[in-house]
């Protein structure tokens, strides 16, 4: 997949003019992306909303859903079971008494 990658990135930069091609890392901010739109550079701080301390928070919150949602819907189901269930017994016998 890497030698695809970098067969692309060799085609592309091969292909088009420099003038027309920005070669851009994330980590560079505003100031390069800017300059080659021809745009101003926003007052706003570049976001960085991709930081590992927030993949790390967001990750655990996904792992404690998987683990507690079951658990969520057992406890919400064990009164149907607990009261019906002995209920559904009785029927069941009145049904082979018959």
Same mark, same amino acid.
């Given at each position: 997949? =890497?030698?695809?990658? *970098? *067969? #692309? ?7 088009? !003019?420099?003038s027309q091609l920005l070669i851009w890392d994330v980590k560079e901010g505003w100031e390069p992306? @800017? /300059? $080659?739109?021809? #745009?101003?550079?926003?007052?706003? !701080?570049?976001? #960085?909303?991709?930081? &590992?301390?927030?993949? =790390?928070?967001?990750?655990? &919150?996904? *792992?404690?859903?998987?683990? %507690?949602?079951?658990?969520? +819907?057992? %406890? &919400?189901? $064990?009164?149907? $079971? $607990? @009261? @019906?269930? !002995?209920? %559904? +017994? *009785? /029927? =069941?016998?009145?049904? =082979?008494? &018959?």
């Amino acid at each position: 997949m =890497k030698a695809g990658y *970098r *067969r #692309h990135v060799e085609q592309v930069t091969s292909t088009i !003019p420099p003038s027309q091609l920005l070669i851009w890392d994330v980590k560079e901010g505003w100031e390069p992306l @800017c /300059r $080659f739109l021809g #745009h101003p550079v926003p007052a706003v !701080p570049f976001p #960085h909303v991709n930081d &590992a301390a927030a993949l =790390k928070v967001a990750l655990g &919150a996904v *792992r404690w859903m998987t683990i %507690l949602w079951p658990l969520v +819907a057992i %406890l &919400a189901l $064990f009164p149907v $079971f $607990f @009261c @019906c269930g !002995p209920l %559904l +017994a *009785r /029927r =069941k016998s009145s049904f =082979k008494s &018959a």
